[in-house]
């Protein structure tokens, strides 16, 4: 807006000093008060000139020549004059000034009123509004704008803050939090924009099939979002899981937002629930407690964290819900979890595994090992030679990570058979059981013996 209008601006001017320019010319060309022959070069009067002269007897003109003589005395026109020169002037000036700041390059928006920058804040998004808006921000922290204006421009960004479908930027969530350092935003206003940092952030994922008996997984996240730059929102609170529509559980917590927790709420929530489809809803009455990063020392950006302990932070409640996807709970007899065959993912899983044997002190040493495995893996490790099969442990692998379970084996019979065997338990204990392979097992076939240390890789 404000480009467009010192464009627009600098039309007008140029408009109004050309008419200025014209009123200038027509009021010194005057009007015409008689009709008098007149010399063209000098202007003399040639009213009453003898017929045979064809000169003029005040400067020697030759009147006959073509447009040598014009008719009628003029008289100029003051008032036209008077008006236009200072016209032209001021019009004048003003076009220097547009010329000036453009190719200056100068801030406009520091010479242009505090009514200007708050009407260019309902621009689109762009360098229009957030320079209007960076001005605005350095007037709040210079103690500049009245408990009104501060007010009017708070609302706007709460209203921006509240919109998820409108762009957010944290600039306004800088002015919202200065003009809380300044003690110039009232308490309803700041406690609304808190409540709103927190507003969308729950989302919730629970176990979609679950049997009578085995604990609930739920994770759970409280996001930080549509906030500045300068405060640090930490959460506490109680998180409370129903199910049914009727028998729920809760647990206290405190976390750091933008992380996803995983709880295992106890089987015991489960009496009294139907079999079959269950609704599951989750609430949360959480205590916020917003604190400068000044406060604490910190510079740069950080939006989330433990809570903080300085007594002069009032926390905010603030309560939150939302429903997770429906639960299906089976009877106490049957499985939640079937052993599933994948081949595709049985090839992921093999070719992310290694095993090797290493001489140890009272034997020998099994070494598995898994590099950026797919997904979780929880197997039996049993140890097949020439003549027997025998179990060694059991390991536990996470997901795309390197990790390493070691396994005393005594002395077996070279070379030998490392068989890996999924099991069911962890299945039951995570919240989506298609990311874990239950698939057939898998042989890695004459594993080597290996006389110096481990490879690393």
């Not at 009628?72 to 026109?77: A, L």
């Not at 647990?251 to 079999?275: C, H, R």
């Amino acid at each position: 807006m404000l480009a467009t209008t010192l464009m627009l601006s600098a039309a007008a001017t140029i408009a109004l000093l050309t008419m200025a320019v014209a009123l200038l010319v027509w009021g010194i060309r005057g009007r015409r008060v008689d009709d008098h022959p007149l010399c063209r070069r000098c202007g003399f009067d040639l009213f009453g000139k003898p017929a045979s002269s064809s000169l003029c007897s005040e400067c020697g003109a030759n009147l006959r020549d073509a447009e040598a003589v014009r008719r009628g005395n003029r008289v100029r026109r003051p008032v036209a004059i008077y008006v236009a020169l200072p016209l032209l002037l001021t019009l004048g000036a003003l076009l220097g000034g547009f010329g000036w700041v453009s190719v200056r390059g100068v801030d406009a928006n520091r010479y242009l009123p505090t009514w200007w920058l708050i009407s260019e804040l309902s621009s689109k998004p762009g360098p229009v509004r957030d320079g209007a808006l960076a001005e605005l921000d350095g007037r709040l922290l210079a103690g500049k704008l009245s408990a009104g204006q501060v007010g009017q421009i708070a609302g706007r960004a709460l209203a921006l803050q509240a919109d998820a479908d409108r762009p957010w930027s944290t600039n306004w969530g800088d002015f919202v939090e200065h003009a809380h350092d300044k003690s110039v935003l009232p308490d309803e206003l700041w406690q609304r924009y808190v409540r709103q940092v927190v507003a969308d952030g729950l989302t919730v994922q629970t176990r979609p099939v679950l049997r009578r008996g085995d604990d609930l997984p739920t994770a759970f996240q409280i996001a930080i979002g549509r906030c500045g730059k300068t405060y640090m929102f930490s959460i506490g609170g109680k998180l409370t899981v129903a199910i049914g529509g009727a028998n729920s559980a809760s647990q206290n917590l405190q976390w750091g937002p933008s992380s996803t927790y995983q709880i295992p709420f106890e089987s015991a929530m489960l009496k009294g629930v139907a079999d079959g489809s269950q609704p599951v809803r989750v609430t949360a009455a959480l205590a916020v407690t917003p604190t400068p990063l000044s406060a604490l020392g910190v510079t740069g950006q950080v939006t989330s964290g433990l809570p903080a302990t300085n007594p002069a932070v009032v926390p905010i409640d603030v309560s939150l819900s939302a429903d997770a996807p429906p639960i299906t709970l089976l009877a106490a007899d049957h499985s939640s979890v079937n052993l599933v065959s994948d081949a595709a993912r049985r090839a992921q899983v093999a070719d992310a595994i290694r095993a090797d044997i290493y001489p140890g002190a009272n034997g020998m040493v099994l070494e598995v090992r898994a590099q950026q495995a797919p997904v979780i893996l929880e197997m039996d490790v049993f140890l097949r030679d020439a003549t027997a099969e025998k179990m060694v442990g059991h390991l536990v692998f996470q997901a795309n990570g390197a990790e390493a379970e070691s396994f005393y084996i005594g002395h077996p019979v070279m070379p030998c058979e490392v068989v890996l065997r999924p099991k069911l338990q962890v299945a039951q204990t995570t919240l989506d059981a298609t990311g874990i392979y239950w698939g057939d097992q898998i042989v890695m076939k004459d594993v080597p013996l290996i006389a110096g240390p481990v490879d690393p890789k």
